[in-house]
């Protein structure tokens, strides 16, 4: 089993900056990747950004240039660094981790509005 806790949401200004974090309890060393994924109301779940065990990193086009995926072993724990945010990645991020299975954190809201 893996557990997952996400934090670090909250409002901000278009143009501001966020890090949300995903701190991951259990078997960790099961898990070969994670990810952060956003639903904005009435709309489905999307991927934002992976990193695999050995750190290796990918982004959707719509935050290349904006954010970094990266983590933390000595923590257990995943960020997202968001930047020169847009109203339109308000949205709940999710952390997920795939190993025999996938697991989701709780979701932690982003807002982005003046």
């Known amino acids: 089993q893996v557990q997952l806790v996400e934090s670090g949401g909250g409002l901000v200004q278009p143009g501001g900056s966020l890090r949300l974090s995903c701190a991951a309890s259990?078997?960790?060393?099961?898990?070969?990747?994670m990810g952060w994924y956003r639903q904005a109301p009435g709309k489905q779940r999307e991927l934002v950004a992976t990193?695999?065990?050995?750190?290796?990193?990918n982004y959707v086009d719509f935050v290349k240039g904006r954010f970094t995926i990266s983590t933390d072993n000595a923590k257990n724990t995943m960020y997202l660094q968001m930047n020169s945010l847009k109203p339109e990645d308000t949205a709940v991020y999710y952390c997920?981790?795939?190993?025999?299975?996938?697991?989701w954190g709780q979701g932690t809201q982003v807002t982005v509005s003046s």
């Open positions: 997920n981790a795939a190993s025999y299975r996938n697991y």
């Open positions: 259990g078997s960790i060393s099961s898990i070969y990747v």
């Open positions: 990193i695999t065990s050995v750190g290796s990193t």
